[in-house]
């Protein structure tokens, strides 16, 4: 079974500064992986995700990921963050062979000015 | 633009009474999910459909909630009888089994007092 560690349960930074969410992931098999950003009283919206490919993958509102297979990670980065980013983030990891995400439990980006 | 709408946003029943909540997928999608958000227990798959059928609703208590689609533009969740402890928000999300990605509604926020 899959699972996902999202060890940082809120991350405050003053706004510009770069942001690292930390997202590592179990599975004896190969996976998918997705970020998903939630606003206050909204459905989470997909930020990006890696299916293959280049380990680098570049989504939505200036974020991007890398896939590192050996660590069994995939940090979200931003380099320069806005107070509009303030938001709830979900890592998510499907099974290859399964449509079912399973999702960490969050983490909250705190943008202050 | 083409979104997955949830009817109703809020619900505030009593407990021992039914409630319905309803899902329009994004026309095309074939896989149909439903989730559950607390506090506590994060984000939890309840049940998904592909192309209409069940796969899965190995996270639902049997006892008292079901999940089914009439057809490929509606998709129900119903309680019955609800319980306090099915206070929660949820999210309905569509998707293709080709691209893997899923689309969030915006959510039922359920109060049962």
């Known amino acids: 079974a899959q699972s996902v560690t999202q060890l940082d349960s809120q991350v405050p930074v003053f706004e510009e500064a770069p942001v690292e969410l930390r997202c590592n992931y179990s599975?004896?098999?190969?996976?998918?992986l997705f970020w998903y950003v939630q606003y206050p009283n909204q459905g989470l919206q997909l930020l990006l995700k890696?299916?293959?490919?280049?380990?680098l993958v570049k989504g939505i509102n200036g974020f991007e990921a890398e896939f590192n297979k050996s660590q069994t990670s995939f940090h979200l980065r931003k380099p320069s963050v806005h107070i509009s980013d303030t938001a709830e983030y979900f890592c998510?990891?499907?099974?290859?062979?399964?449509?079912?995400?399973?999702f960490g439990t969050g983490t909250r980006l705190l943008v202050s000015p | 633009d083409a979104r997955v709408t949830q009817t109703p946003r809020h619900k505030v029943t009593e407990m021992g009474q039914e409630v319905t909540m309803r899902c329009q997928p994004i026309?095309?999608?074939?896989?149909v999910f439903w989730y559950r958000q607390t506090m506590m227990q994060g984000l939890e798959l309840l049940a998904y459909?592909?192309?209409?059928?069940?796969?899965?609703d190995s996270g639902m208590p049997k006892d008292r909630f079901s999940a089914e689609m009439p057809d490929a533009t509606l998709a129900t969740l119903k309680i019955q009888p609800s319980e306090p402890r099915d206070s929660a928000v949820y999210f309905c999300?569509?998707?293709?089994?080709?691209?893997?990605?899923?689309?969030f509604g915006p959510g039922t926020r359920l109060t049962v007092t």
């Open positions: 998510a990891v499907l099974n290859t062979g399964f449509q079912k995400l399973v």
């Open positions: 890696y299916l293959s490919g280049s380990t």
């Open positions: 459909f592909r192309n209409r059928a069940p796969l899965d």
């Open positions: 599975s004896s098999v190969s996976v998918y």
């Open positions: 999300a569509s998707g293709s089994d080709t691209t893997y990605e899923q689309y």
């Open positions: 026309l095309g999608h074939n896989t």
